[in-house]
Protein backbone atom coordinates (compact mmCIF):
# COMPACT_ATOMS: atom_id res chain seq x y z
CA UNK A 1 0.00 0.00 0.00
CA UNK A 2 2.80 2.16 1.13
CA UNK A 3 4.58 1.29 -2.80
CA UNK A 4 1.64 2.10 -4.61
CA UNK A 5 0.68 5.45 -2.63
CA UNK A 6 4.46 7.07 -3.29
CA UNK A 7 3.95 5.71 -6.95
CA UNK A 8 0.33 7.70 -7.57
CA UNK A 9 1.91 11.02 -6.02
CA UNK A 10 5.25 10.72 -7.44
CA UNK A 11 4.12 12.62 -10.56
CA UNK A 12 2.96 15.94 -8.69
CA UNK A 13 6.99 16.24 -7.82
CA UNK A 14 9.08 15.29 -10.94
CA UNK A 15 9.63 18.23 -12.87
CA UNK A 16 6.14 20.24 -13.86
CA UNK A 17 4.36 18.81 -11.09
CA UNK A 18 2.60 20.97 -8.69
CA UNK A 19 5.12 20.01 -5.98
CA UNK A 20 8.15 19.96 -8.39
CA UNK A 21 9.99 22.40 -5.93
CA UNK A 22 9.94 19.53 -2.93
CA UNK A 23 11.69 16.80 -5.45
CA UNK A 24 14.72 16.44 -3.65
CA UNK A 25 12.58 15.81 -0.54
CA UNK A 26 10.45 13.50 -1.86
CA UNK A 27 13.65 11.04 -3.23
CA UNK A 28 15.22 11.04 -0.01
CA UNK A 29 12.08 10.06 1.76
CA UNK A 30 11.54 7.47 -1.16
CA UNK A 31 14.72 6.09 -0.99
CA UNK A 32 14.83 5.90 2.78
CA UNK A 33 12.23 3.83 2.55
CA UNK A 34 12.81 1.41 -0.71
CA UNK A 35 15.99 0.57 -2.28
CA UNK A 36 16.21 2.92 -5.53
CA UNK A 37 14.64 0.63 -8.79
CA UNK A 38 17.01 2.84 -11.26
CA UNK A 39 20.38 0.83 -11.86
CA UNK A 40 23.71 1.76 -13.98
CA UNK A 41 22.72 0.64 -17.92
CA UNK A 42 25.69 1.07 -19.49
CA UNK A 43 29.66 1.64 -18.81
CA UNK A 44 31.83 0.47 -16.00
CA UNK A 45 30.09 0.35 -13.10
CA UNK A 46 29.41 -2.38 -9.48
CA UNK A 47 25.95 -3.48 -9.51
CA UNK A 48 25.31 -4.13 -5.87
CA UNK A 49 21.87 -4.84 -4.11
CA UNK A 50 23.47 -1.87 -1.15
CA UNK A 51 23.01 1.79 -1.46
CA UNK A 52 24.87 4.28 1.05
CA UNK A 53 21.59 4.59 2.83
CA UNK A 54 21.74 1.20 3.66
CA UNK A 55 25.15 1.62 4.59
CA UNK A 56 24.23 4.32 7.04
CA UNK A 57 21.38 2.00 8.46
CA UNK A 58 23.86 -0.14 9.32
CA UNK A 59 26.48 2.04 11.10
CA UNK A 60 23.23 3.00 13.12
CA UNK A 61 22.35 -0.07 14.18
CA UNK A 62 26.01 -0.56 14.53
CA UNK A 63 25.72 2.49 17.24
CA UNK A 64 22.37 0.94 18.82
CA UNK A 65 24.00 -1.06 21.76
CA UNK A 66 26.24 1.97 22.60
CA UNK A 67 23.20 4.60 22.64
CA UNK A 68 21.42 2.03 24.86
CA UNK A 69 24.02 1.39 27.45
CA UNK A 70 24.52 5.07 27.70
CA UNK A 71 20.79 5.35 28.68
CA UNK A 72 21.47 3.10 31.16
CA UNK A 73 24.94 4.61 32.59
CA UNK A 74 23.18 8.01 32.55
CA UNK A 75 20.90 6.72 35.05
CA UNK A 76 23.45 5.05 37.26
CA UNK A 77 25.32 7.49 37.50
CA UNK A 78 22.38 9.99 38.41
CA UNK A 79 21.27 7.41 40.54
CA UNK A 80 25.04 6.53 41.99
CA UNK A 81 25.49 10.68 42.78
CA UNK A 82 22.05 11.57 44.34
CA UNK A 83 21.73 8.10 46.35
CA UNK A 84 18.30 7.84 45.20
CA UNK A 85 17.36 3.92 44.22
CA UNK A 86 16.64 3.68 40.56
CA UNK A 87 15.21 0.23 39.05
CA UNK A 88 16.72 -0.66 36.13
CA UNK A 89 13.93 0.69 33.57
CA UNK A 90 13.61 4.08 35.33
CA UNK A 91 17.37 4.45 34.77
CA UNK A 92 16.63 3.73 31.48
CA UNK A 93 14.12 6.40 31.19
CA UNK A 94 16.03 9.03 33.04
CA UNK A 95 18.93 8.19 30.12
CA UNK A 96 16.49 8.21 27.32
CA UNK A 97 14.56 11.37 28.37
CA UNK A 98 18.11 13.28 28.67
CA UNK A 99 19.52 11.68 25.15
CA UNK A 100 15.56 12.81 23.12
CA UNK A 101 15.93 16.15 23.20
CA UNK A 102 19.72 15.71 21.89
CA UNK A 103 18.93 13.54 18.98
CA UNK A 104 16.04 15.82 17.98
CA UNK A 105 18.03 19.12 18.09
CA UNK A 106 20.94 17.10 15.88
CA UNK A 107 18.50 15.54 13.30
CA UNK A 108 16.22 19.08 12.63
CA UNK A 109 19.36 21.04 12.57
CA UNK A 110 21.55 19.20 10.37
CA UNK A 111 19.16 17.14 8.02
CA UNK A 112 16.96 20.65 7.59
CA UNK A 113 20.43 22.28 6.48
CA UNK A 114 20.98 19.14 4.09
CA UNK A 115 17.48 19.13 3.09
CA UNK A 116 17.32 23.11 2.36
CA UNK A 117 20.60 22.88 0.58
CA UNK A 118 19.73 19.98 -1.78
CA UNK A 119 16.44 22.09 -3.14
CA UNK A 120 18.68 25.30 -3.73
CA UNK A 121 21.08 22.94 -5.43
CA UNK A 122 18.61 20.81 -7.28
CA UNK A 123 20.21 17.89 -6.45
CA UNK A 124 19.49 14.25 -4.38
CA UNK A 125 19.59 14.60 -0.42
CA UNK A 126 22.43 12.80 0.86
CA UNK A 127 22.23 10.01 3.54
CA UNK A 128 25.62 11.01 5.80
CA UNK A 129 24.03 13.12 8.35
CA UNK A 130 21.71 9.43 9.46
CA UNK A 131 25.13 8.67 11.04
CA UNK A 132 26.06 12.22 12.20
CA UNK A 133 22.86 13.12 13.56
CA UNK A 134 23.44 10.07 15.79
CA UNK A 135 27.16 9.89 16.59
CA UNK A 136 26.92 13.99 18.03
CA UNK A 137 24.97 13.22 21.18
CA UNK A 138 27.13 10.06 22.01
CA UNK A 139 30.16 11.73 22.15
CA UNK A 140 29.20 14.91 24.10
CA UNK A 141 28.42 14.98 27.30
CA UNK A 142 25.19 14.69 29.04
CA UNK A 143 24.70 18.22 30.09
CA UNK A 144 25.56 19.90 26.61
CA UNK A 145 23.11 22.63 26.40
CA UNK A 146 20.67 22.13 23.39
CA UNK A 147 21.73 25.31 21.64
CA UNK A 148 25.39 24.60 21.66
CA UNK A 149 24.31 21.15 20.15
CA UNK A 150 22.28 23.23 17.60
CA UNK A 151 25.26 25.94 17.04
CA UNK A 152 27.97 22.96 16.76
CA UNK A 153 25.87 20.67 14.38
CA UNK A 154 25.14 24.34 12.07
CA UNK A 155 28.46 24.92 12.05
CA UNK A 156 29.93 21.32 10.79
CA UNK A 157 27.04 20.62 8.56
CA UNK A 158 27.77 24.05 6.45
CA UNK A 159 31.69 24.45 6.81
CA UNK A 160 33.12 20.93 6.67
CA UNK A 161 30.98 19.35 4.83
CA UNK A 162 28.22 21.48 2.12
CA UNK A 163 31.02 23.60 1.12
CA UNK A 164 32.90 20.96 0.05
CA UNK A 165 30.39 19.59 -1.72
CA UNK A 166 28.49 17.58 0.72
CA UNK A 167 28.46 13.75 1.86
CA UNK A 168 31.87 12.05 0.15
CA UNK A 169 33.66 15.03 -0.06
CA UNK A 170 34.40 16.19 3.20
CA UNK A 171 37.63 16.24 4.46
CA UNK A 172 37.24 16.11 8.43
CA UNK A 173 34.43 13.85 10.03
CA UNK A 174 31.72 16.07 10.69
CA UNK A 175 30.87 14.54 13.78
CA UNK A 176 33.94 15.24 15.56
CA UNK A 177 34.47 18.05 14.00
CA UNK A 178 31.09 19.35 15.85
CA UNK A 179 32.43 18.35 19.61
CA UNK A 180 35.82 19.73 18.62
CA UNK A 181 33.71 23.38 18.01
CA UNK A 182 32.15 22.41 21.29
CA UNK A 183 35.13 21.54 22.73
CA UNK A 184 36.92 25.17 21.95
CA UNK A 185 33.80 27.50 21.69
CA UNK A 186 32.46 26.22 25.11
CA UNK A 187 35.19 24.33 27.36
CA UNK A 188 33.51 24.80 30.40
CA UNK A 189 30.26 22.75 28.99
CA UNK A 190 32.97 20.10 28.22
CA UNK A 191 35.25 19.54 31.12
CA UNK A 192 34.81 19.75 34.55
CA UNK A 193 33.28 17.39 37.86
CA UNK A 194 29.70 18.10 36.47
CA UNK A 195 29.41 18.20 32.95
CA UNK A 196 29.04 13.84 32.30
CA UNK A 197 26.50 13.58 35.15
CA UNK A 198 22.95 14.39 34.58
CA UNK A 199 21.73 15.84 37.76
CA UNK A 200 18.27 17.36 36.75
CA UNK A 201 14.83 15.35 37.70
CA UNK A 202 13.23 14.52 34.71
CA UNK A 203 9.32 13.62 34.91
CA UNK A 204 9.34 12.91 38.23
CA UNK A 205 12.14 9.76 37.77
CA UNK A 206 15.14 9.76 40.11
CA UNK A 207 16.13 12.84 42.05
CA UNK A 208 18.54 15.36 41.51
CA UNK A 209 22.13 15.60 42.16
CA UNK A 210 23.32 17.26 45.63
CA UNK A 211 27.18 17.75 44.89
CA UNK A 212 29.65 17.56 47.17
CA UNK A 213 33.03 17.66 48.38
CA UNK A 214 32.78 13.48 48.09
CA UNK A 215 31.21 13.62 45.01
CA UNK A 216 33.03 14.31 41.08
CA UNK A 217 31.29 13.46 38.04
CA UNK A 218 34.70 14.12 36.41
CA UNK A 219 35.94 11.63 34.00
CA UNK A 220 38.42 8.98 34.67
CA UNK A 221 41.45 10.95 32.40
CA UNK A 222 40.44 14.22 33.66
CA UNK A 223 41.05 12.96 37.32
CA UNK A 224 44.42 11.88 35.85
CA UNK A 225 45.00 15.46 34.11
CA UNK A 226 44.33 16.71 37.62
CA UNK A 227 46.73 14.97 39.60
CA UNK A 228 44.90 11.90 41.09
CA UNK A 229 46.98 9.08 42.35
CA UNK A 230 43.83 6.87 41.84
CA UNK A 231 40.75 6.91 39.33
CA UNK A 232 37.64 6.81 41.41
CA UNK A 233 33.88 6.74 40.31
CA UNK A 234 31.59 9.41 41.30
CA UNK A 235 31.16 8.51 45.39
CA UNK A 236 35.33 8.06 45.30
CA UNK A 237 35.14 4.26 45.20
CA UNK A 238 38.18 2.98 42.95
CA UNK A 239 37.69 2.09 39.70
CA UNK A 240 38.73 -1.35 38.01
CA UNK A 241 39.68 -2.21 34.46
CA UNK A 242 36.50 -4.70 33.99
CA UNK A 243 34.56 -1.75 35.51
CA UNK A 244 35.65 0.81 32.78
CA UNK A 245 35.67 -2.21 30.31
CA UNK A 246 32.30 -2.55 31.07
CA UNK A 247 31.27 1.44 30.85
CA UNK A 248 30.03 2.32 34.47
CA UNK A 249 32.03 5.17 34.85
CA UNK A 250 31.77 8.92 33.99
CA UNK A 251 31.83 9.94 30.42
CA UNK A 252 30.35 11.42 27.28
CA UNK A 253 26.83 10.03 26.72
CA UNK A 254 27.81 6.62 24.08
CA UNK A 255 31.51 6.37 24.72
CA UNK A 256 32.15 4.78 28.18
CA UNK A 257 31.93 0.99 27.12
CA UNK A 258 34.27 -0.97 25.06
CA UNK A 259 31.97 -3.77 25.55
CA UNK A 260 29.62 -2.10 23.57
CA UNK A 261 31.71 -0.66 21.04
CA UNK A 262 33.47 -4.10 20.07
CA UNK A 263 29.71 -5.84 19.74
CA UNK A 264 29.24 -2.68 17.20
CA UNK A 265 32.54 -2.90 15.55
CA UNK A 266 31.89 -6.86 14.99
CA UNK A 267 28.87 -5.66 13.05
CA UNK A 268 30.87 -3.04 11.04
CA UNK A 269 33.38 -5.95 10.23
CA UNK A 270 30.83 -8.57 9.35
CA UNK A 271 29.30 -6.52 6.96
CA UNK A 272 32.19 -5.36 5.16
CA UNK A 273 31.26 -1.74 6.50
CA UNK A 274 34.09 -0.67 7.94
CA UNK A 275 37.99 -1.44 7.48
CA UNK A 276 39.40 -3.98 9.94
CA UNK A 277 42.49 -2.83 8.93
CA UNK A 278 42.16 1.04 10.59
CA UNK A 279 40.57 -0.75 13.23
CA UNK A 280 43.23 -3.35 14.12
CA UNK A 281 45.58 -0.49 13.71
CA UNK A 282 44.05 2.33 15.82
CA UNK A 283 44.37 -0.51 18.75
CA UNK A 284 47.39 -1.91 17.99
CA UNK A 285 49.17 1.71 17.84
CA UNK A 286 47.06 2.44 20.99
CA UNK A 287 49.25 -0.76 22.89
CA UNK A 288 52.45 0.23 21.67
CA UNK A 289 52.44 4.08 22.55
CA UNK A 290 50.64 2.86 25.78
CA UNK A 291 53.47 0.90 26.74
CA UNK A 292 55.68 3.50 26.18
CA UNK A 293 53.88 5.93 28.34
CA UNK A 294 54.22 2.61 30.50
CA UNK A 295 58.19 2.71 30.92
CA UNK A 296 58.47 6.90 30.75
CA UNK A 297 56.50 8.00 33.50
CA UNK A 298 55.87 11.86 34.31
CA UNK A 299 55.57 13.62 37.68
CA UNK A 300 51.49 14.45 36.53
CA UNK A 301 51.24 10.86 34.87
CA UNK A 302 52.93 8.18 37.13
CA UNK A 303 54.01 5.51 34.59
CA UNK A 304 52.24 2.49 37.05
CA UNK A 305 48.81 4.00 37.27
CA UNK A 306 46.98 2.72 33.91
CA UNK A 307 48.80 0.04 31.83
CA UNK A 308 48.59 -0.68 27.94
CA UNK A 309 45.13 -2.43 28.16
CA UNK A 310 43.94 0.35 30.19
CA UNK A 311 44.41 3.16 27.85
CA UNK A 312 42.27 1.49 25.45
CA UNK A 313 38.89 1.10 28.04
CA UNK A 314 39.19 4.69 29.26
CA UNK A 315 37.78 7.83 27.26
CA UNK A 316 36.73 7.33 23.95
CA UNK A 317 39.69 5.40 22.45
CA UNK A 318 37.79 2.59 21.47
CA UNK A 319 35.08 4.37 20.13
CA UNK A 320 37.22 6.45 17.95
CA UNK A 321 38.99 3.54 16.92
CA UNK A 322 35.74 1.83 15.76
CA UNK A 323 33.24 4.74 14.30
CA UNK A 324 35.17 7.58 13.96
CA UNK A 325 38.75 6.63 12.07
CA UNK A 326 36.97 4.16 10.06
CA UNK A 327 35.23 6.81 8.40
CA UNK A 328 35.61 5.76 4.97
CA UNK A 329 35.56 9.70 3.44
CA UNK A 330 38.00 10.58 5.32
CA UNK A 331 40.24 8.16 6.04
CA UNK A 332 43.46 6.72 4.04
CA UNK A 333 41.69 4.25 1.35
CA UNK A 334 44.96 2.26 0.07
CA UNK A 335 45.84 -0.98 1.89
CA UNK A 336 49.11 -0.48 3.38
CA UNK A 337 47.90 3.87 4.12
CA UNK A 338 45.26 2.09 6.28
CA UNK A 339 47.99 0.73 8.43
CA UNK A 340 50.25 3.80 8.63
CA UNK A 341 46.93 5.53 9.33
CA UNK A 342 45.39 3.53 12.03
CA UNK A 343 48.53 2.90 13.59
CA UNK A 344 49.43 7.24 13.54
CA UNK A 345 45.79 7.61 15.58
CA UNK A 346 46.62 5.25 18.19
CA UNK A 347 49.89 6.96 18.98
CA UNK A 348 48.92 10.47 18.59
CA UNK A 349 45.62 9.87 20.98
CA UNK A 350 47.80 8.39 24.06
CA UNK A 351 50.35 10.83 23.23
CA UNK A 352 48.49 13.46 23.95
CA UNK A 353 46.22 12.18 26.25
CA UNK A 354 49.35 11.43 28.56
CA UNK A 355 51.71 14.29 27.98
CA UNK A 356 49.55 17.28 26.95
CA UNK A 357 47.16 17.77 30.69
CA UNK A 358 45.55 20.59 28.74
CA UNK A 359 43.60 17.63 26.66
CA UNK A 360 42.69 14.51 28.76
CA UNK A 361 40.75 12.84 25.77
CA UNK A 362 43.31 12.24 22.84
CA UNK A 363 41.26 10.67 20.59
CA UNK A 364 39.34 13.26 19.24
CA UNK A 365 42.20 15.30 17.92
CA UNK A 366 44.43 12.40 16.70
CA UNK A 367 41.40 11.54 14.27
CA UNK A 368 41.07 15.04 13.26
CA UNK A 369 44.78 15.38 12.58
CA UNK A 370 44.88 12.08 10.65
CA UNK A 371 42.29 13.37 8.53
CA UNK A 372 44.45 16.12 7.17
CA UNK A 373 47.29 13.85 6.39
CA UNK A 374 45.38 10.95 5.22
CA UNK A 375 45.56 11.69 1.63
CA UNK A 376 49.25 12.39 1.92
CA UNK A 377 49.63 8.99 3.78
CA UNK A 378 47.64 7.34 0.41
CA UNK A 379 49.88 9.73 -2.18
CA UNK A 380 53.44 8.68 -0.75
CA UNK A 381 51.96 5.01 -1.16
CA UNK A 382 50.90 5.09 -4.38
CA UNK A 383 53.67 7.02 -5.27
CA UNK A 384 56.30 4.47 -3.53
CA UNK A 385 54.00 1.70 -5.52
CA UNK A 386 54.70 3.59 -9.01
CA UNK A 387 58.60 3.89 -8.22
CA UNK A 388 58.93 0.51 -7.45
CA UNK A 389 57.64 -0.86 -10.42
CA UNK A 390 59.27 1.00 -12.69
CA UNK A 391 62.29 0.09 -10.69
CA UNK A 392 61.25 -3.31 -11.52
CA UNK A 393 60.69 -2.43 -15.13
CA UNK A 394 63.86 -1.24 -16.12
CA UNK A 395 65.52 -4.52 -14.05
CA UNK A 396 63.45 -6.47 -16.55
CA UNK A 397 64.57 -4.56 -19.44
Not at 69 to 77: I, R, S
Not at 252 to 277: N, Y
Amino acid sequence: MLRKYLDKIKPHFQPGGKLSAFQSVFEGMETFLYTPRSTSASGVHVHDAIDSKRVMIIVVVALLPCLLFGMYNTGYQNSLCSGVEMSFWEMMAYGFLAILPKLVVTYVVGLGIEFAIAQVRHEEIMEGFLVTGILVPLICPVTTPLWMLAVATAFSVIFVKEVFGGTGFNIFNVALTTRAFLFFAYPASMSGDTAFIASKPICGLGGAVTYTDAVSGATPLGQLASGADQITNAVGDPVSTWQAFLGLIPGSFGETSTLCVLIGGALLLLTGIASWRIMLSVFAGGLFMGWIANIFGTPTYPASLLSPVDQLVYGGFAFAAVFMATDPVTAARTGIGKYIYGFLVGVIAILIRVYNNGYPEGAMLAVLLMNALAPLIDYCVVQANVSRRMRRARSNS
